[in-house]
């Protein structure tokens, strides 16, 4: 990491590698300070590839011993690179045996072999295998495995890595050994292995074909009672793509193991994947529901990568959404199908799209904006971005869309079609994004895809986010309607001009009393309530016939395309569409922008008077006492819009007075609606056993957020009697769900009851770590009062319970504040931003990874209005000057200052 100087890494550059490992033989002495690890390989030179030396991946490792067939050998290093240049000529395989070792207690940036907690972990993914052993460290060398661990009996009882385990035994001085076969080719990105005492819960399944299978979620021995979710989950995530995607478990065992030090949610290793305890954990005590949704999709996620990305993985990092984007779509169409029912699955697509549209849209219109399939990188875990999961995951969800026909309207049997051939074509290989498409839109030939594939990629290769303007024209002597698209792209870094993009843009058409129109464009005879209309060009014009009066269009259905749509509607329209769309996202969409209407236009004025008018204000009454509507629908149409996203529309952004503005809007949300949020919190806050199904836990939430409205109209009023109720359920809650609810309506709104809340849930909770990540980001997360939530920050890091080391320790408490809480941070004193600084600085000594990611608080600082933008500029400048940054915090830092 510290090498040099950072070089740019071209995706166009890639050459196939000089040499081939077909197999690898590695065994490990494992001790904390210090690992022997023996490493016999054999290689063949690539017949395709001019003969060269052979130049081999390491870092921080202590080099002792080469050996070519058995015997000594010349090399040299070149950098972090060891060369070997006489090896055998010609063809025939050879062995080459190297031995080094290295340091894991010392691995405080989590990659490669570390120890946490007592016990040994690996984390390979992107270029981790290299801190293990010198390699060729990258994902088109696909070699097969033989693991032996070696360990002292009593310290490390379980050794695991990927595979089947062979043989297992005593050795001398009580030691005892662990020797693992993976039957399966792999990156070496996918190596893993673990030692520690763990405990396991333990499942066998029976496959569809009959075959049985070992399923195993390892903990540390107190967790136990909190590995049931996670079991479930992975159950459900092997029948799932068994029956969506015809993909088995191809595996005998199959395990899961949970660690509390880990840089991201989980990684997919071969048969052995390793998890933040994060998205393992769970029991009602002690998770939220939305944790147990978040773990039912991360288990998903990994399980699913076990054939996107493992069985068929990446031939280089570019591609890295090829696995990523895909795997998402995947996660989420499973979350969604295990909630069921249509309104459960659009409450899920609508949480997607929140996410897609707050953090990623921000991403890409900011310096380290990119394409999905990136053409150019300096630090490649900097590239694990929204965009390559989840705007990829959108760029899947098109090609589904677009593989549509009449008897598949959604797509899915023309895209499980395409995964098929995808299969077929590319199993036990490393691809390219291309090879995907191909496979998709080959699968479909007279698809919308395959006739405009070559355009269709530009999704891949061109950053930004579109803009789609529909402008509607009715003509009342016709009878028709005629809708005009028109795409554009503003520019992102490196790329000024952008060519149109393949928009599929979903519509309905509704009348002015909220009726669905039938759909017919003129010179077809068929009528339809929905449509997908496919925009290729800059813009093209559509005519909608036999039509009595100017319809209301409903565009961009289930968000069809990751676009920013502007439509022109009225007030009316969109008043017309919250209360009848029968499209559920457009519907909570409706009262999004209506209400985000509101704020940029009482932002663009400068009015003292009420934000939302009785209007807007009766329509969210409407939508909230509605008595077909699902709770969780109405948790999600009542919630106001980020600071962050009403921050996104505006071209210069003062966080104080968007928050001033939000908080007035919530408020009168609050006053003008307390009957009903009264109503909405008795109705709904009983619910019986705790169970973390759809409909459930959407009680839960609207109770939630009723009661937090409550509190915050309470505390306006000098009222103590709600949050004293409020303070009781904190106290009596069953679940955590509503508890961490009651906690957060009284820290949210202020009342003196919280700092005894917050005391006691401390004490009630202080062994449970992921619930003390809950209390330190609740409270750097709160809504600035007179500038008193950095102070607390500061104090909470002298708190006994605080770590930097801890990933999630030190995302819980200064990624709240920093990231999540721009009020807050964007203080006029530029007190926020020298604490940024400090702790980008102090987390790039420890964990570089995880500093670049803070770094990335700052990714909008040239948007911000003064005093502000000089401030963040000077805090970002500070960090630049450090000499020895690493590559990942250098990379962000030098896009952000580039941004000006
Ligand atoms: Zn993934």
């Avoid at 199904?693 to 009680?699: E, L, P, V």
């Avoid at 600084?837 to 000594?845: C, G, K, N, R």
Wanted: charge should be negative.
């Amino acid at each position: 990491m510290r090498e040099g100087q950072p070089t740019a890494i071209q995706r166009e550059a890639y050459t196939a590698p000089a040499f081939w490992i077909d197999t690898v033989d590695l065994t490990f002495d494992l001790d904390p300070a210090k690992t022997r690890v023996l490493n016999k390989m054999r290689l063949r030179r690539n017949p395709d590839v001019a003969a060269q030396a052979l130049r081999l991946d390491g870092e921080d490792l202590n080099l002792a011993r080469v050996l070519v067939n058995g015997g000594g050998t010349s090399f040299k290093m070149d950098g972090a690179q060891l060369v070997l240049e006489n090896l055998p000529e010609g063809t025939e395989p050879f062995d080459l045996e190297i031995f080094t070792t290295c340091n894991p207690e010392k691995n405080t940036q989590l990659m490669g072999l570390y120890v946490s907690n007592d016990s040994f972990f690996t984390q390979c993914e992107a270029e981790g295998f290299r801190r293990i052993t010198y390699f060729l460290d990258r994902p088109d060398v696909m070699a097969s495995y033989t693991v032996t661990l070696r360990a002292d009996k009593a310290k490390y009882p379980v050794l695991l890595s990927n595979g089947n385990l062979v043989e297992q035994g005593a050795l001398e001085d009580g030691r005892h050994f662990a020797k693992w076969v993976d039957p399966h080719k792999k990156p070496c990105y996918l190596f893993a292995l673990v030692a520690g005492q763990l405990v396991a819960r333990e499942q066998r399944i029976l496959s569809r074909l009959g075959k049985e299978h070992l399923l195993q979620v390892f903990v540390r021995p107190g967790d136990l009672d909190k590995t049931e979710h996670a079991m479930n989950s992975l159950m459900a995530s092997v029948a799932w793509d068994e029956a969506r995607f015809g993909l088995p478990l191809d595996l005998e065992r199959f395990m899961i193991v949970a660690t509390s030090d880990f840089n991201m949610g989980a990684m997919e290793n071969k048969g052995l994947n390793i998890f933040n305890t994060k998205f393992v954990l769970a029991n009602p005590n002690t998770a939220t529901d939305m944790d147990f949704g978040n773990i039912e999709s991360v288990v998903g996620h990994e399980y699913f990568h076990n054939w996107t990305g493992n069985r068929i993985t990446c031939r280089d990092w570019f591609q890295l959404s090829l696995k990523e984007g895909l795997t998402v779509f995947r996660d989420q169409e499973f979350s969604q199908d295990m909630a069921g029912v249509a309104s459960a699955r659009a409450v899920k697509r609508i949480e997607d799209v929140r996410v897609l549209r707050t953090v990623q849209f921000a991403e890409d219109a900011g310096p380290m904006a990119h394409p999905v399939r990136p053409d150019s990188y300096v630090e490649i875990n900097n590239f694990y971005t929204v965009t390559i999961y989840e705007k990829g995951s959108e760029v899947v969800r098109m090609m589904q869309t677009l593989v549509a026909t009449p008897n598949d309207l959604q797509g899915r049997d023309g895209f499980a079609k395409g995964m098929k051939l995808y299969f077929e074509r590319h199993d036990g290989q490393a691809v390219t994004c291309d090879d995907f498409a191909q496979a998709i839109a080959d699968a479909n030939p007279g698809s919308a895809l395959a006739h405009n594939l070559s355009t269709f990629k530009r999704w891949y290769s061109q950053a930004g986010t579109p803009r789609l303007q529909a402008r509607g024209a009715y003509n009342a002597a016709e009878r028709s309607y005629t809708l005009t698209l028109s795409q554009s792209c503003p520019a992102t870094p490196g790329q000024d001009s952008k060519q149109p993009f393949v928009i599929p843009v979903t519509l309905g058409l509704l009348s002015r009393d909220g009726q669905a129109l039938p759909l017919q464009l003129a010179g077809s005879a068929e009528t339809l309530t929905q449509q997908t209309l496919v925009l290729t060009e800059a813009s093209a014009s559509y005519t909608f016939v036999n039509l009595d009066s100017e319809p209301v269009p409903s565009l961009l259905r289930g968000f069809s395309a990751p676009v920013v749509l502007d439509d022109g509607l009225s007030t009316a329209d969109l008043l017309c569409l919250l209360a009848h769309d029968s499209d559920p996202f457009n519907q909570w969409e409706a009262g999004q922008r209506l209400m985000l209407q509101s704020a940029v236009q009482a932002l663009s004025q400068d009015n003292a008077g009420p934000v939302l008018s009785d209007e807007l204000i009766n329509a969210m009454r409407n939508v909230l006492r509605h008595p077909a509507l699902d709770a969780a629908f109405k948790d999600l149409a009542l919630t106001l819009p980020s600071e962050n996203y009403i921050a996104d529309q505006l071209s210069v952004v003062d966080p104080q007075r968007v928050h001033a503005l939000r908080e007035a809007m919530r408020l009168q949300l609050a006053t003008a609606l307390q009957a009903d949020w009264q109503w909405a919190w008795d109705a709904h806050k009983n619910n019986g056993a705790y169970s973390p199904d759809a409909q459930s836990s959407g009680r839960r939430a609207l109770a939630g957020l009723a009661m937090g409205m409550l509190c915050i109209a309470a505390v306006q009023v000098g009222d103590d009697v709600t949050p004293g109720r409020v303070y009781q359920q904190f106290k009596d809650a069953g679940n955590m769900t509503d508890r961490f609810n009651a906690l957060s309506a009284l820290v949210v709104s202020g009342h003196a009851l919280a700092n005894d809340a917050l005391a006691l849930f401390h004490k009630l909770f202080q062994h449970e770590a992921l619930v003390i990540d809950k209390w330190f980001a609740l409270q750097a997360g709160a809504p600035d009062r007179a500038g008193d939530v950095l102070p607390r920050v500061r104090q909470l890091m002298q708190h006994a319970d605080f770590s930097l080391r801890n990933p999630n320790r030190a995302r819980s408490l200064i990624f709240s504040y920093c990231s999540a809480n721009p009020a807050a941070f964007h203080r006029a004193d530029a007190a926020g931003y020298v604490y940024w600084s400090e702790q980008v600085l102090a987390l790039d000594a420890i964990n570089p990874q995880v500093a670049a990611r803070l770094a990335r608080a700052m990714d909008r600082w040239s948007r911000l209005a003064e005093p502000y933008r000089s401030a963040a500029k000077v805090a970002i400048e500070r960090v630049a000057a450090k000499a020895d940054l690493s590559n990942d915090v250098r990379e962000v830092i030098s896009r952000a200052l580039n941004a000006a």
